[in-house]
């Protein structure tokens, strides 16, 4: 842990058929907190790039690893 801080990855997609239908997408597979940006941010490029296999209609648009503050989980 680094400097107490923890992330969750977090990913935004887009519907391809219905403009302006966006959903937030956050990780829950183990870990679901990471103790550094550098492992968060593979986990958020790796659910990105998952969001066509499970969600055909659906494509990435952004990525982001959020900071959890000390003593919550989510």
Do not use: H
């Amino acid at each position: 842990l680094v400097n107490g801080r923890m992330f969750k990855a977090v990913v935004v997609a887009c519907s391809m058929i219905i403009p302006n239908y966006c959903i937030t997408l956050e990780n829950v597979q183990y870990p679901v907190i990471f103790n550094s940006y550098d492992e968060c941010k593979v986990r958020a490029l790796e659910m990105a790039s998952d969001v066509g296999k499970y969600m055909k209609s659906f494509k990435p648009t952004r990525w982001r690893c959020q900071e959890v503050k000390e003593g919550r989980l989510l």
